[in-house]
Structure formats: structure tokens, C-alpha cells
């Protein structure tokens, strides 16, 4: 994938969805969205245009977010990764001027992906701009340079993190291993492995660290839009419902899967769709 995407085809599809899909199902509470929430699902359906910027470590290597897998690397060529990302020429004025000017009206930046590598300095976990580049907050730069044009601000961020939960999670590629449960589990470094079930307190130790930086990502000046991308491993609302708690009429959050069912109806898990 490009570092900048300039098409909203997903956000467009994610309106869609949020449009003709508001209420829960199978004995669900129904959901009954505000008159300023369906304000701004039109306000942001009427946005159309915007872009989408995946932006890492990875980037290091001239690749996209799945390097890692693609490439087979091993966790410590990975690791090596953040020491030379280093973007001492990275002006968020000028990303989002160019935006604004060709007629955009809303920038996304993966604010974390799956390799879990936090583009600000994270209290929760080590993986992230704390250890490295001083602790440089790429996150706020890139916002406060959208505000100041008047761009909507969008935060990517993966539930799934690889480098947080690397020794409780199996890295058999998408659907593989649900389809194919009699073969082995695979290690970060895809190799066989045997991996025991998550116990709770690893469950709730991995809930604690996707709140933690929810938290950050969220009170720390408005965010517009939210977009979640795959399922955590320890609990399917864990960060849906952690962001919901945050969030406000006017302020859309949306997975691209669909992998989070209502947490905003009940503060748990439902079978409808989620939106905010």
C-alpha cells in the first residue's frame, strides 16, 4: 500500500453501512441515534474527499504495513526498524496544505498498526516515539496542522498489535489457522509453535494497554473520526467500547471490518453493527 492514500473509497462504504445499518439485532437494545449523530453522518458522507495516509516504521523499507510478513522478517530485524525512522524533514504543514488545497476535506493517519509501533509516546507499552526520536509526538503535529487548515482529524489504529501480544498470539496468516485448526500455530518469526490459550489476566493485562492509549488518542484536543482496522485478540469491544466512552455527537468511530458489535448500545458485545 501507498504511504498517502488520496481515495476514500472505504469511508465512503463505512457511510453506507453507518447509514443503512443503525440498529442492533438479536435481542440487542435498539439503538436510537441523536439528532446531532445523524448530523454528523451526513456531514460526513457530504465530506466525500479526503485521504489516507499509512505512514510507519515500515516505512523505513519503502514498504507497506505488512513488511513484516511479507518480507519474513525476523522480530529483530523488525525491532531494528524504529532507530532508523527518524523523519527530521516531516512537515504535517505541508501534508495537510497540499490536502487542503486540492479540495480534501478530512486526513486519516495510522496512528498505530498492526506491528503495533505508536507514532506518539505512549505511557502503555515500549514500542512507540518514548524510545525513540526523544519522544517525538507525530500524532499531535500531524492534528494540530489539520486543525489549524480546518481539516477533520482521522486516527487509524489497530487493535491487533503483533509486537504487545508476540507471545500470545498466533501469526498464521488472516483465516488459515480457523480453516486449518489441526496445523501448528506460527511464532512472530512464522515458525511452528505450540501457544496455550490466553489466560484472563493476559486477556484483561492487553485490554489495559488498548485503553490506556485510546485514552491518549482521544483527550488530547477533538478527534472527527476513528477508524478501527481487525479484531484485538483478548476482547472484540475492548477498544470500541473504551473509545465510545470519548466520544461525542459529532465524532464518528467505525471498524473496517465490522468486527465490533455495538459496544456504544450496551458496553459490551452484540451481532449488529457498530456505529457511533
Known amino acids: 500500500m501507498n504511504n498517502a492514500r488520496q481515495f476514500s473509497v472505504p469511508l465512503l462504504f463505512l457511510a453506507f453501512i453507518l447509514l443503512f445499518f443503525p440498529r442492533t439485532t438479536h435481542g440487542q437494545s435498539t439503538y436510537e441515534p441523536s439528532a446531532e449523530n445523524l448530523q454528523a453522518r451526513r456531514e460526513f458522507q457530504d465530506m466525500k474527499f ?45 501534508w495537510v ?4 488545497a486540492a479540495g480534501m476535506k478530512y486526513i486519516t493517519i495510522t496512528s498505530r ?3 503495533g509501533f505508536a507514532l506518539w509516546p505512549s505511557a502503555s507499552g515500549g514500542f512507540n516515539t518514548k524510545n525513540w526520536m526523544g519522544g517525538r509526538d507525530l500524532v499531535k503535529q500531524h492534528a494540530d496542522a489539520c486543525r489549524r487548515v480546518g481539516l477533520k ?13 508476540q507471545d500470545t498470539f498466533t501469526f498464521m496468516y488472516y483465516k488459515v489457522k480457523r480453516l486449518n485448526p489441526e496445523l501448528p500455530d506460527l511464532d512472530i518469526d512464522l515458525k511452528p509453535c505450540r501457544r496455550p490459550p490466553q489466560t484472563d489476566e493476559q486477556k484483561a493485562h492487553y ?3 488498548l485503553r490506556t492509549q485510546l485514552d491518549e488518542l482521544l483527550t488530547n484536543g477533538k478527534v472527527d473520526l476513528l477508524w478501527f482496522d481487525g479484531k484485538p485478540a483478548p476482547n472484540p469491544c475492548a477498544c470500541f467500547a473504551t473509545a465510545l466512552s470519548f466520544t461525542t455527537p459529532t465524532r464518528m468511530a467505525a471498524d473496517r471490518r465490522s468486527s465490533f458489535r455495538n459496544a456504544h448500545a450496551v458496553g459490551g458485545c452484540g451481532e449488529g453493527r457498530a456505529v457511533a
Not at 479526503?50 to 507497506?64: A, K, P, R
Not at 482521522?154 to 501480544?165: A, E, I, K, L, N
Open 50 to 94: 479526503g485521504m489516507f495516509i499509512h505512514w510507519g516504521t515500515y516505512s523505513v523499507l519503502g514498504d507497506g504495513e505488512w513488511v513484516f510478513h511479507n518480507r519474513k522478517l525476523t522480530l529483530d530485524e523488525y525491532n531494528r526498524l524504529p532507530a532508523f525512522f527518524d523523519p527530521e524533514k516531516f512537515d504535517a504543514h505541508t
Open 97 to 100: 496544505s497540499l490536502a487542503k
Open 113 to 115: 498498526h498492526h506491528d
Open 153 to 165: 482529524v482521522g486516527f487509524y489504529y489497530s487493535p491487533p498489535d503483533w509486537h504487545f501480544t
Open 207 to 209: 485490554a489495559a494497554h
